[in-house]
């Protein structure tokens, strides 16, 4: 029986046929390899921000007609107060500037406001009518600036719930002079809440 | 690069590096703040009333006039005293009216003679004045409205 050999290419087929077999072969018996698994979900957390929340007499900006005053003459005062209150979650601590418009100029520098961290205190409710606050002064007494300037604070931390009152007292000095009849004056102030750093 | 040149380029750059990853972690202590405007507050001065000065006859004295007004009493009761306008004459005290006699303009020369009233606000110096003109009749000898 005579033996028959494969021409020089087909030998070099086979290799590769022998490869490409065995790589068949492999891939068919590969496994999965998958694992089972399980999860819970946990929900229910809620983180929630929290609140700084300034008030004056219960609201954000406030009216105070209660200040106000016609008929004012030489020696005569007023004085009110105002109460602020944390109304948030977070303490603060508070700062009051103020300013103050006129019809003028002479008039401002005749009323000399005193601010305090107290409550008011009538004396007299007929000429010449009179005033006071209680407290600490610390602003005055003085003109109101024309430009806004620190009259109050910073107070002491307020925590959420609590409440300050701060007094004002305007005291219209007995040596006005004549021109000062029939003039107006008109003080802003503005009361600013920072939080307390923790 | 040198050897010494060499540590400082990778020592400059490890600084760098080390800020870099420092930066982003920094706190910005940023702090929350409300304000809340105070306003509507007006304070107005109030105003001595001037007097309205009536001329009339001086009762029992035809020759002499009387000006006369209504005392203030806001916001409490006004002290007042007259003078004549142009006169060396100091102010007199007055009460609601004031007596213009011929002998009291003796000095004055002229037809007319300026009467001012002044009330004043006790204690301060506020005060309040009107004018009033009179006439001064013929030779000097009468005085009239």
């Known amino acids: 029986m005579s033996r028959h050999r494969l021409p020089p290419r087909a030998r070099a087929r086979v290799p590769v046929a022998v490869a490409l077999l065995g790589a068949l072969g492999l891939l068919g018996g590969l496994g999965s390899y998958a694992y089972w698994n399980d999860e819970v979900v946990v929900a229910g957390s809620t983180i929630t921000s929290g609140t700084l929340d300034l008030k004056v007499e219960g609201v954000d900006s406030y009216t105070w007609s209660a200040l106000s005053t016609t008929g004012l003459a030489p020696g005569e005062s007023v004085a009110k107060s105002l109460t602020f209150s944390n109304a948030g979650s977070t303490p603060f601590t508070v700062s009051i500037t103020s300013s103050v418009s006129t019809s003028l100029e002479a008039f401002r520098t005749a009323v000399l406001a005193t601010v305090t961290d107290g409550t008011a205190t009538t004396g007299s409710a007929t000429y010449p009518r009179s005033a006071s606050c209680s407290g600490v002064a610390t602003y005055g007494p003085a003109a109101l600036p024309l430009a806004s300037t620190a009259v109050l604070g910073p107070t002491t931390a307020i925590q959420p719930g609590e409440s300050r009152t701060f007094c004002v007292r305007l005291l219209f000095s007995v040596a006005a002079g004549n021109t000062t009849q029939s003039k107006t004056l008109s003080p802003t102030f503005t009361v600013t809440a920072t939080q307390v750093s923790p | ?145």
């Open chain 2, 1 to 145: 690069m040198s050897g010494p040149a060499t540590r400082r380029a990778v020592a400059a750059a490890l600084v760098l590096l080390v800020l870099l990853l420092v930066a982003p972690g920094r706190t910005t202590h940023a702090t929350w703040t409300d304000a809340a405007v105070v306003t509507g507050t007006t304070v107005v001065a109030g105003a001595l009333e001037k007097p309205t000065l009536s001329c009339g006859p001086m009762p029992g004295n035809s020759s002499a006039v009387r000006l006369s007004w209504t005392p203030s009493t806001s916001p409490a009761p006004l002290v007042y005293e007259a003078s004549i306008v142009d006169s060396s004459g100091s102010a007199q005290p007055v009460t609601s009216y004031v007596d213009v006699t011929p002998g009291l303009l003796i000095s004055v020369l002229g037809h007319t003679v300026t009467v001012r009233v002044t009330g004043t606000l006790p204690g301060t110096a506020w005060s309040v004045s009107s004018d009033r003109v009179v006439n001064i009749g013929l030779l000097g000898l009468s005085v009239y409205c």
